[in-house]
């Protein structure tokens, strides 16, 4: 127990460069306080000490803003970053090296009794305020961002964002599983470092994507038109093409800031003149 104890003390250094000291983790951070509790606690469920269990759970819920039923499964290096608002049901089950932040739920969808709350493997990351909701698995190393609601299974490495949560990042489908020795798990975390809410820089947003490629369609379609039109009046002198509402510059503001994008502003007839 004291083992474990060294180790999640550990995980607290590595993932949160604000720890300074070993007694300002052990006295100033919920997330090991309830860390700590939930250890205890789930030594009690399994034998069958349930009240016992439920009243440590109950009264480390009121000192730390955590929940954590006694039944849940919890593996080694387990952090829990803030804390306020952490829900995790009976019958999750945590891998190594798993990182959740503030009001993040691992919660069931169904009364049924059996398993129905996530299991999460070694390494995975959940960002603040997200809901994984169901008895499905979240693959090794996969990241789900902050207020992302998840209701199906993740594969390893990807990262989830949205509601209801859409893969977005996700590793080659012919690579190799990835590998949860812990050695080569350490070796990850020196090479890229701490994500930190679960995010990487280079992160899409799905709706932008999804609107982008809206966009992208329109614009060949324009240009589809546009050369239609003009083959048209080649073999028709009399044929006139109607014209097309204009796109007004500010309907677009603060949309798109590549030069690039399909949205970019349209001349008015005002501007042509000029020219």
């Known amino acids: 127990m004291f083992r474990h104890l060294r180790e999640d003390i550990d995980s607290v250094f590595s993932r949160d ?17 309830a860390l700590m509790a939930h250890r205890l606690g789930h030594w009690l469920w399994r034998r069958n000490l349930k009240w016992l269990a439920r009243t440590l759970s109950t009264l480390a819920r009121w000192m730390t803003g955590i929940e954590i039923h006694p039944g849940a499964k919890i593996g080694r290096r387990f952090f829990i970053d803030h804390g306020m608002g952490v829900v995790i049901g009976e019958t999750t089950e945590v891998g190594d090296d798993v990182t959740l932040y503030q009001g993040v739920t691992l919660g069931g969808t169904s ?52 509601i209801p949560g ?26 890229f470092g701490f994500d930190a809410y679960g995010v990487t820089q280079d992160m899409p947003d799905p709706v932008a994507r999804s609107m982008q490629a809206m966009f992208d369609h329109m614009h060949a379609v324009d240009g589809r038109i546009e050369q239609m039109c003009k083959t048209l009046r080649q073999l028709d002198a009399s044929y006139r093409g109607g014209q097309l509402p204009q796109l007004r510059e500010e309907d677009f503001e603060g949309i798109f800031d590549d030069d690039d994008s399909p949205c970019a502003p349209v001349e008015s007839p005002k501007q042509r003149q000029r020219q």
């Open 111 to 162: 009364w049924n009794k059996g398993k129905r709350h996530p299991t999460l493997e070694d390494g995975v990351i959940v960002g603040a305020g997200a809901k994984i909701l169901g008895p499905f698995s979240v693959g090794a190393g996969a990241k789900i961002g902050s207020n992302a609601v998840v209701t199906k299974e993740v594969p390893a490495g990807a990262t989830v964002v949205g």
């Open 166 to 191: 859409k893969i977005v990042k996700q590793a080659e489908p012919d690579s190799p599983a990835p590998d949860i020795d812990p050695a080569h798990r350490e070796a990850i975390r020196q090479k």
């Open 17 to 33: 460069p604000a720890a300074r000291n070993v007694l300002e983790v052990l006295t100033n951070y919920p997330g090991l306080h």
